[in-house]
């Protein structure tokens, strides 16, 4: 295979320490992350050829970046540096009935700003087979709506296949546009979309019949919920479906399910507790490396997994870690 590309914004990331509340000791852990930022890592982790496409600040704070990027192996030439800022998110990090809150300050970012001719899309895509973008930047301005929409249309007429984490954040959506008036008409240009129940409901109007609030989810509503992607979405040839049930800030029940208009398949049901932190997956490698879509969505479950075990943003697992979970060694127990 080719090199995946992924677009997006990438932030710094600022921490509480431990399970402190924020400030409760005078100081904050710095790391970068970013949703799409994370997928390139995470492949690049996993012995494929990555680039990140984003723009930073033409400063201190933005070369560091661009290094810890680099330093992962992901191909970071086209990542632009601008006249701006970087968008910051603030963590504290939730424990048992307390959730984790996130803060975002990341109004008239690099990414927020970014003209529609930034990008060259057709001479970054030239040599790519994947493009991968999420609902978080065109959440963040029309500008990076537009730009977001310019990508996946010019990676649809190279032929480039294309996945999108539909990934709702209410917080986010504040220029004046609603999600599903946006994400809808990005939507046409996408191969394969990952989501959850919430994401369906708020970006595509595609309603589910669980309570995304109560932490229990019905696996039966998701098949429906993919099909009816696919009627809507005839562009689609997989819709991926995670399936987090939460008891606390600490302990989440974690599966997924995938469908291609013939098979539906659901994974292995993890329980994950004491998490670390959150973020990860696998679903671009899986369906890149495995024969049947139903070995590919193992993988990317079980590396999401072991993503909660793993502090900061970016995943730091091998292939043979993850391909150990999932053939049901997760004792815990020490290796020598």
Known sequence: MGKVVTFG??????????????????????????????????????????????????????????????GFGVDVSDIKMVDGRMGIYFLETGSNQRPSKVIYDRADSCIAKAPADLFDWKEILKDADWFHVTGITPAISQSAADLTLAAVKAAKEMGVKVSCDLNYRKNLWKYGKEAKEVMSEITKYVNVAIANEEDFQKSLGISAKSDVESGELDREVYKKIA???????????????????????????????????????????????????????????????????????????AASCLKHTISGDFNRVTVKEVESLMKGSGSGRVER
């Open 227 to 301: 099909s009816t992607a696919m009627e809507m979405y005839p562009n689609l040839e997989t819709v991926a479906i995670t399936l987090r049930e939460s008891k606390s800030a600490d302990t989440n029940y974690w599966a997924a399910c995938i469908y291609d208009g013939k098979e539906f398949y659901v994974s292995r049901r993890y329980a994950i507790t004491d998490i670390v932190d959150r973020v990860g997956g696998g679903l671009i490698y899986g369906l890149n490396n495995y024969s049947t879509q139903g070995e590919a969505l193992e993988f990317a479950v």
């Open 9 to 70: 914004e990438i932030m710094l990331r600022l921490k509480s320490p431990a399970l402190e509340r924020f400030f409760q000791s005078p100081s904050l852990e710095a790391t970068f992350g970013g949703g799409e930022a994370n997928v390139a890592v995470s492949l690049a982790n996993y012995g494929m050829k990555t680039a990140f496409v984003t723009a930073l600040p033409n400063n201190a704070i933005g070369e560091a970046c661009l290094r810890e990027v680099r």
